[in-house]
């Protein structure tokens, strides 16, 4: 009777493991590699992806206050208010208080943000089509659809 052996585990085995099968890490590392690509191609607009991700979220909401923002973003309220912060002392965006109750703040793009965002779409696309002879266009939304019955966990 022969006994098959059972590879050793070791650390190196587990965190290979760990590498290519963690939905965290390989989001993330594909979240880098995105904003990379993206941010080299819309280098000449002078905004980063994730500047332009934001700028877009504020031009298409109904709602303007900095906590439906940060629901539709996923930021928390500083690193939010930090990236907003930027926009600002740039000119492309006010932030201010709401007069009904002046706990809340609402945020806005400058006539000067707007036509910044409008300059840069159709970079933007340019840098889509590019990036969907890569991947499917529609495979990172799908993840964030797909990822939001966590964010109420």
Do not use: Y
């Not at 740039?90 to 609402?106: F, K, M, P, Q």
């Not at 036509?115 to 590019?130: T, Y």
């Amino acid at each position: 009777m022969s006994l098959s052996r059972q590879p050793r585990k070791t650390l190196r085995s587990d965190a290979s493991s760990l590498v290519e099968s963690c939905p965290a890490w390989n989001s993330r590392l594909a979240a880098r590699r995105i904003t990379q690509f993206l941010d080299r191609e819309l280098a000449e607009c002078g905004l980063t992806a994730a500047q332009l991700g934001l700028m877009a979220q504020i031009a298409a909401a109904a709602d303007d206050t900095l906590g439906a923002l940060a629901r539709r973003t996923g930021l928390d309220q500083s690193t939010l208010s930090r990236n907003l912060r930027t926009l600002e002392r740039e000119g492309l965006v006010e932030i201010a208080t709401v007069e009904a109750d002046l706990r809340r703040r609402a945020v806005w793009l400058t006539e000067t943000g707007a036509r910044r965002l409008e300059g840069a779409i159709p970079l933007w696309r340019k840098a889509q089509a590019k990036l969907a002879r890569h991947m499917a266009p529609a495979l990172a939304r799908r993840l964030a659809e797909q990822s939001e019955a966590l964010a109420e966990h």
